[in-house]
């Protein structure tokens, strides 16, 4: 099994997320790797983590998934691998609940989002979202 975070989704999995049908209510689970240091697209000077870059857009971020109808359910820390393998493990994860797929799409494409994620882009080397929903 190959892994590879990721800061954007692929066309393909664009594609998939914007023509799959609308099946209610997800939850999306994001591992994050932080980068060692914050490093900005636009080349700013920064002594930050990339743990406290990505702090700058996940703590007003809660104001914009509430707007959206979705919320956080659980985030912490990775602590430790007990099954399994992979090469390096992830910092933290989060998951977030969500009315829709629509509504993670219509919440990412807001001018909130736009504006705060130039810190989520600095903060992270990369991550893995997987979408669940709750078996009926």
Not at 47 to 69: I, Q
Not at 103 to 118: G, H, N, Q, W, Y
């Amino acid at each position: 099994m190959e892994l590879l975070n990721k800061l954007h989704p692929s066309d393909e999995q664009m594609a998939t997320l914007t023509s799959a049908p609308n099946t209610g209510e997800i939850h999306l689970l994001n591992l994050f790797k932080f980068r060692e240091k914050a490093v900005y697209a636009d080349g700013r000077d920064t002594n930050l983590t990339g743990r406290e870059a990505y702090d700058l857009y996940g703590r007003p971020m809660l104001d914009v998934l509430e707007k959206y109808g979705a919320e956080v359910v659980f985030y912490s820390a990775v602590t430790e691998l007990l099954i399994g393998h992979v090469d390096e493990l992830w910092d933290a994860f989060v998951i977030v609940k969500y009315p829709s797929r629509q509504t993670l799409l219509d919440m990412t494409a807001s001018e909130e989002f736009k504006a705060l994620r130039v810190h989520r882009e600095a903060g992270l080397e990369g991550q893995l979202n997987i979408e669940t929903q709750v078996p009926k």
